[in-house]
C-alpha cells in the first residue's frame, strides 16, 4: 500500500481539462515538496513536475501542479493523445527517511 | 546528453542473490547521487534505496522492506552503482531502473531503461 494516495484512473476527451489529486500527512507532502513522474506505456518514468508546480524545460505549459496542506494535484488542461500514461506524485517523507510515490493514476483520453 | 544503462537482472531462486549495475555517462558522475526505484509488474513505483556522491560521505538509505537484505556501491573510476541483493523474496521481482537525484530538488532527474529481475522457484 503506496504511502501517497491518488485515485487509480482519470480520463477526458481531447481538450477537456483533467485533475489527479495526491493525498499525504506531515512528515511527506505537508513539509517537502512534491515531485510527479510521467510514465508513457512500456517506458521508463520522465520527471514531469518539480518543487510542488515547477515545470523542467520541454514540459508543455498545460501541465501545471499545486499543493496545499498535505495534499498535492497536478492539472492536464487541453488534454491530448499522447497524455494518455501513469502519473505518479513522490516526496522525501521524513518519518521513513525515504521517498515515497504515489500509487499511480492511469489518463485515459476517450 | 546523461544516460544510465542497467544490467545484471535475470531469474533468481528465492533466496539467492543477483548484483545489478548501472553504468552512466553524459555527466559528472564522482558528483551524482544514484537512486533504485523498482516496478513489480503491473505495480506502481517503489523507492529501494540511494547512494550518495563521496564528496557527500557515499552514504546510503533505504527503504524498510530491502534494508540489511539490499546494499548499494558504487565505483566511480567505472561510472557505475552496483545493488546487490541478497535473500531474494517473491515481492522482489521487479523492473530495477536506477536514476540520478538532484539532492536540493529531490527529483529523479534522469532514468535508465531498467533490468528485470523475477525471483520465483
Known amino acids: 500500500q503506496s504511502v501517497l494516495t491518488q485515485p487509480p484512473s482519470a480520463s477526458g476527451t481531447p481538450g477537456q481539462r483533467v485533475t489527479i489529486s495526491c493525498s499525504g500527512s506531515?512528515?511527506?507532502?505537508?513539509?517537502?515538496?512534491v515531485n510527479w513522474y510521467q510514465q508513457l506505456p512500456g517506458r521508463a518514468p520522465e520527471l514531469l513536475m518539480y518543487?510542488?508546480?515547477q515545470r523542467p524545460s520541454g514540459v508543455p505549459d498545460r501541465f501545471s501542479g499545486s499543493k496545499s496542506g498535505t495534499s498535492a494535484s497536478l492539472a492536464i488542461s487541453g488534454l491530448q493523445s499522447e497524455d494518455e500514461a501513469d502519473y505518479y506524485c513522490?516526496?522525501?517523507?521524513?518519518?521513513?527517511?525515504?521517498?515515497?510515490f504515489g500509487s499511480g493514476t492511469k489518463v485515459t483520453v476517450l | 546528453e546523461a544516460q544510465l544503462v542497467e544490467s545484471g537482472g535475470g531469474s533468481v531462486k528465492p533466496g539467492g542473490s543477483l548484483r545489478l549495475s548501472c553504468v552512466a555517462s553524459?555527466?559528472?558522475?564522482?558528483?551524482?547521487?544514484i537512486n533504485w526505484v523498482r516496478q513489480a509488474p503491473g505495480k506502481g513505483l517503489e523507492w529501494v534505496g540511494r547512494?550518495?556522491?563521496?564528496?557527500?560521505?557515499?552514504?546510503?538509505d533505504y527503504a524498510a522492506p530491502v534494508k540489511g537484505r539490499f546494499s548499494i556501491s558504487r565505483d566511480d573510476s567505472k561510472n557505475t552503482v552496483f545493488l546487490q541483493m541478497i535473500s531474494l523474496k517473491s515481492e522482489d521481482t521487479a523492473v530495477y531502473y536506477c536514476?540520478?537525484?538532484?539532492?536540493?530538488?529531490?527529483?529523479?532527474?534522469?532514468w535508465g531503461q531498467g533490468t528485470l529481475v523475477t525471483v520465483s522457484s
Open positions: 536514476t540520478t537525484e538532484s539532492p536540493m530538488a529531490t527529483t529523479f532527474d534522469y
Open positions: 553524459g555527466f559528472t558522475f564522482r558528483s551524482a547521487w
Open positions: 547512494i550518495r556522491s563521496k564528496i557527500n560521505g557515499g552514504t546510503t
Open positions: 506531515r512528515s511527506n507532502i505537508g513539509s517537502k515538496t
Open positions: 518543487n510542488d508546480y
Open positions: 513522490a516526496a522525501w517523507d521524513d518519518s521513513l527517511n525515504g521517498y515515497v
